[in-house]
């Protein structure tokens, strides 16, 4: 039963954002690592070029980059008492496949937690007192601080080329930026996108009524710019075709512009696709992962790659799998609140959008990148006085389009029919003179929402899929509901012709429309082995030579576009790996 | 039933012709009701220099009712043809016939059960099965209400028709018509807006009609050239570019 391969120093399982930081940095180190990718090989040169890549169908709706349900998908239940179904087509969230993951196909939006988001239950504590937190609200501090983290927040910020600007610089608060921000040691590496007509209009409401808006922090490069690999990305040209779509001028950071060419030259390391990993073999005596097994989708054929460190670098989904298969780290379980493996399964709440129709003005929404918003960050974390409110956490709020592809982006006015001469006569009409305002809300952990093994359904291997236990909390409902209330207050700031103010509706989590790809725990850091998966370090309690890298371990989801943080985590852990591990490999923090 | 004198085959085709023949789109069955303002020509014409090429997978019958539908959804006005005659019924029946129409992308294992609204789709059927029972239980409840399929009804009974379907008051057999309404509508969007490349949009009829440009998308300096002014350039495809 399978082949098995001579050893390597390291595996890498999933090239996307993270596999390709480890491996790089892990090849870097003199490292010989193999990167085992469930996908396809994708290359920008080769597969995202006009004119396909502007092919609307083909990529946003008929979700060309996506993770293909038919070999491996989620199912879902609301609660612990229900039958969970499978999520048969995507549509809530969109996770990639393929050489560069969703790093692929993402917006750019990247962002650095506040401080009081990675000491949040201590943060809350303090400020609230010891009974504020609700018994069944299971946040957690990150095991990591702002400050320790800010170097490894300013390298990915550089690899990506971010363009944005600084709010709070060295402990200086700069108007402009993101004054919320915590202190950081450098500038963005390049200055903020072209404004929109939308950011621009936002950005005038939102400062008359006295809250602090910035441009998006954006991996969508506004220059000409080379990161410290030494690759170049081109100026954003503002397409309109970033979120599901490859970039075809290299403008958009992703793992195959900025850091797969320099670790692709290294003859150190492997790239293995259409490797769809298995389980680890695990030796609990010796808590090591002593191999990853996985199988050749070209071929059938199944192989054992031996290796003396193992990074789990995939989706959180992925990730939280392979755990559960391979016997590491004991199951959580929300009747007894014991084990680990799939605590803190988080997603996120969207406050009902604003959208705002002006007949004078001139949107062009199709002239965008996928970050080019203005935002205010007045109401997000804990920025504000929750004092008395009944909920905690917010939502960063923006307004500028990120598309105006017109299979899915048609605003019309509350009202209009869906089909017929009326609804084209105000297609036609408002097309090009409305946008929306968003609100993106944090979804705090809740001890009811976890991960495990579906017992129904599997995935092509013929493994379990991962069940969902989740459903949107009441503390996501205030969350959206007051953020959904400023969203109104912004949007009538505007003065505009017309406005859609739709009331938030409080009902369950649907897998049907788009809300956001921002999954999230299930793997959580922590500081210890009763309440974590991972120590600070992304190391496993239970397998020293393995780590843990990506979303799945945040012990909660912030209202931040995760990539940002895990970018920052993922240099973080190399770093632990290449400077403490390596020379002397053991647990990193005494269990 | 008069009507049903003229088999759908030969309809479907004089149709294309007469459309080919005139640059209009084609006639409805029965002569259209509609409201005098919106019968004046479309100021976006779409010229057809070739007769509708034969449905993939869509028997006459159901090839009828897509026509039809479409035309309902997308009806001729002084913005844009009808959806039929900007490629919409064409660009279905290709989608049906190719890999979505398949079941791409479509989880299929079973069991399958009955879940709740937010759980999404939950059946075995491919996307081309389940518009085939979609439009048979459209034409049987039609036959029921007005005693004809839905492509012979006038164009005033189809708008009822539709809205009974949005609404979910078309009783179909153990099956919500809601939900297919939200699938007819959702690929008929996609046909209307879809790039031209795929059978729909002809002419980038609706592209513009909204004022979207296509392609080559590259706003570099335009987002500042036309910062709060209305682009002014003609819309390009991606066959303009192959």
Request: proline share 8%; with cysteine.
């Amino acid at each position: 039963m399978g082949v098995t391969l001579p050893g390597v120093d390291a595996v890498v399982i999933g090239v996307g954002w993270t596999g390709s930081i480890l491996a790089r940095e892990l090849t870097k180190a003199g490292l010989k690592v193999v990167g085992l990718e469930r996908g396809p090989r994708r290359t920008p040169g080769e597969d995202f070029t006009i004119p396909t890549i502007r092919d609307d169908l083909k990529y946003a709706v008929r979700q060309e980059l996506f993770q293909d349900t038919q070999m491996e998908t989620v199912t879902l239940r609301h609660a612990g008492a229900e039958t969970a179904l499978p999520i048969r087509r995507l549509g809530a969230f969109l996770p990639g496949t393929g050489v560069g993951g969703a790093g692929a196909h993402w917006n750019g939006m990247t962002w650095r937690l506040l401080p009081s988001d990675h000491n949040l239950r201590t943060h809350l504590t303090q400020r609230y007192g010891a009974r504020a937190i609700p018994d069944e609200m299971s946040i957690a501090d990150y095991p990591v601080s702002y400050a320790e983290l800010e170097p490894y927040y300013d390298r990915f910020e550089k690899i990506c080329g971010v363009s944005g600007k600084a709010g709070n610089l060295r402990g200086t608060i700069i108007d402009g930026g993101n004054v919320f921000e915590g202190p950081r040691s450098d500038e963005y590496p390049n200055p903020p996108l072209e404004q929109s007509v939308a950011g621009a209009t936002f950005q005038a409401a939102a400062s008359g009524l006295g809250y602090h808006p910035f441009p998006a922090p954006s991996s969508n490069a506004s220059r000409v710019y080379t990161n410290p690999e030494g690759l170049t990305m081109g100026a954003c040209v503002y397409c309109g075709h970033c979120e599901r779509f490859g970039c075809e001028t290299n403008a958009k950071a992703s793992p195959g512009v900025s850091i797969l060419p320099t670790l692709m030259a290294d003859p150190k390391f492997e790239l293995r696709t259409n490797a769809y990993v298995k389980d680890l073999v695990y030796d609990k005596v010796a808590h090591k992962v002593k191999s990853v097994r996985y199988v050749d989708t070209r071929s059938g054929e199944e192989y054992e790659q031996p290796a003396g460190l193992v990074v789990l670098g995939a989706y959180v989904f992925t990730n939280n799998l392979l755990l559960l298969y391979s016997g590491i780290g004991e199951p959580y379980d929300p009747a007894t609140g014991k084990g680990v493996v799939g605590k803190n399964y988080c997603y996120q709440t969207g406050a009902a959008a604003v959208t705002v129709f002006f007949e004078d003005k001139e949107i062009n929404p199709f002239m965008a990148s996928g970050a080019q918003g203005v935002l205010i960050d007045d109401f997000n974390g804990d920025n504000f006085d929750h004092a008395g409110l009944g909920f905690f956490g917010g939502a960063w709020i923006q307004a500028g389009p990120t598309n105006g592809r017109p299979i899915l982006t048609r605003p019309v006015p509350a009202g209009t029919p869906r089909w017929g001469r009326g609804w084209k006569q105000a297609t036609a009409k408002w097309y090009n003179h409305a946008f929306s305002i968003v609100g993106s809300c944090c979804n705090y952990a809740h001890r009811d929402n976890y991960l495990d093994l579906d017992p129904t359904y599997r995935d092509a291997l013929g493994r379990p899929l991962i069940r969902m236990t989740y459903n949107f909390k009441e503390n996501d409902y205030k969350v959206a509901e007051y953020v959904t209330a400023v969203l109104g207050r912004i949007g009538r700031a505007m003065n505009p012709t017309l406005i859609n103010t739709p009331p938030y509706r409080r009902g369950n989590f649907s897998i049907i429309p788009y809300q956001s790809t921002h999954n999230t725990g299930g793997t959580i850091m922590g500081a210890d082995p009763k309440s974590s998966v991972v120590n600070r370090y992304l190391q496993s309690w239970d397998a020293d030579n393995l780590f843990v890298v990506g979303a799945s371990v945040f012990p909660q989801n912030q209202s931040y576009n995760p990539t940002g943080a895990v970018g920052a985590l993922a240099y973080w852990a190399a770093n632990a790996i290449t400077s403490q591990y390596l020379k002397n490999p053991g647990p990193l923090v005494p269990a | 039933m008069a009507d049903d004198v003229i088999p759908r085959r030969k309809f479907l085709l004089g149709a294309g012709v007469a459309a080919a023949a005139t640059g209009l789109n084609p006639p409805s069955p029965v002569p259209a009701q509609v409201p005098a303002p919106t019968d004046a020509p479309p100021a976006i014409a779409v010229r057809r220099a070739e007769p509708e090429a034969p449905p993939l997978t869509l028997n006459p019958t159901e090839a009828a009712f897509m026509t039809a539908a479409v035309d309902t959804l997308i009806p001729a006005d002084n913005l844009t043809p009808s959806g039929s005659a900007c490629g919409v019924a064409a660009f279905i029946d290709r989608q049906l016939a190719g890999a979505y129409g398949g079941g791409a992308r479509l989880y299929r294992d079973g069991p399958f059960l009955k879940g709740k609204p937010e759980h999404g789709y939950q059946l075995a059927l491919t996307p081309r099965e389940y518009f085939r029972a979609g439009i048979a239980a459209t034409n049987d409840w039609t036959r029921k209400i007005y005693g004809k399929d839905f492509d012979r009804l006038s164009e005033a009974e189809r708008e009822t028709a539709m809205k009974a379907l949005e609404q979910g008051k078309a009783e179909f057999p153990g099956f919500s018509s809601k939900d297919f309404f939200e699938a007819l509508l959702a690929l008929t969007m996609e046909g209307f807006f879809a790039d031209p490349i795929y059978g729909g949009n002809r002419e980038m009829a609706a592209w513009k009609m909204v004022g979207y440009p296509g392609l080559p998308a590259t706003y570099h300096d335009d987002i500042k050239a036309y910062f709060n002014k209305k682009y002014d350039r003609p819309p390009q495809s991606i066959a303009d570019f192959t």
